[in-house]
T-cell receptor, first 114, second 117 residues
Framework: GQQLNQSPQSMFIQEGEDVSMNCTSSSIFNTWLWYKQDPGEGPVLLIALYKAGELTSNGRLTAQFGITRKDSFLNISASIPSDVGIYFCAGQLNRGSTLGRLYFGRGTQLTVWP | GAVVSQHPSRVICKSGTSVKIECRSLDFQATTMFWYRQFPKQSLMLMATSNEGSKATYEQGVEKDKFLINHASLTLSTLTVTSAHPEDSSFYIC?????????????FGQGTRLTVV
């Protein structure tokens, strides 16, 4: 199966700091997605990227779809305590029978100290 | 975004019994739903793809007789964990994609925490 390498595995930052995490893949994806998961909940979609080179923002979040289509990063600016959670990158192939199937990174556990 | 509802959110069952988990798309019709399993502090692992009106497609290593999937309507897929054992305890999550939505991304249910005692 597709292997996604997500880093860092965990981050401990102070409120107000900026955060950056990234994902790389050995294979090309047509769509890159970033999700956030709170304890005991399902993942919630943060940003979806559909074109190589695309840079998209959602409030304090910014994500980019790498030119090679094998990587993506997520930045969070001016972190706040409610940003705590696990962030997952996911790649999607968008073709035929695999449409909608996601390949996940291992997640980045973010801890924000007040 | 599209709404996917999963029920129950938590279930505790005795070893040897079966448990059914429901996944519903509330505001769209989903011909395909996905079932994932997640162990503590780990990523989501795809178990199977649920196809409306046909057999589910299971990932390698997932026992289809153990994890029965039924996708009888365009808004409902069910996962039944048969003869559950403690090692089946996990967080099960479904997702669905809105084929008529502006994007191709999948939306997730709230997850079901299964504990087998």
């Amino acid at each position: 199966g597709q292997q996604l390498n997500q880093s860092p595995q965990s981050m401990f930052i102070q409120e107000g700091e900026d955060v950056s995490m990234n994902c790389t893949s050995s294979s090309i994806f047509n769509t890159w997605l970033w999700y956030k998961q709170d304890p005991g909940e399902g993942p919630v979609l943060l940003i979806a990227l559909y074109k190589a080179g695309e840079l998209t923002s959602n409030g304090r979040l910014t994500a980019q779809f790498g030119i090679t289509r094998k990587d993506s990063f997520l930045n969070i600016s001016a972190s706040i305590p409610s940003d705590v959670g696990i962030y997952f990158c996911a790649g999607q192939l968008n073709r035929g029978s695999t449409l909608g199937r996601l390949y996940f990174g291992r997640g980045t556990q973010l801890t924000v100290w007040p | 975004g599209a709404v996917v509802s999963q029920h129950p959110s938590r279930v505790i069952c005795k070893s040897g019994t079966s448990v059914k988990i429901e996944c519903r798309s509330l505001d769209f019709q989903a011909t395909t739903m996905f079932w994932y399993r997640q162990f503590p502090k780990q990523s989501l692992m795809l178990m199977a793809t649920s196809n409306e009106g046909s057999k589910a497609t299971y990932e390698q290593g997932v026992e289809k007789d153990k994890f029965l999937i039924n996708h009888a309507s365009l808004t409902l897929s069910t996962l039944t964990v048969t003869s559950a054992h403690p090692e089946d305890s996990s967080f099960y999550i479904c997702s669905a994609r809105n084929p008529r939505g502006p994007g191709t991304e999948a939306f997730f249910g709230q997850g079901t925490r299964l504990t087998v005692v």
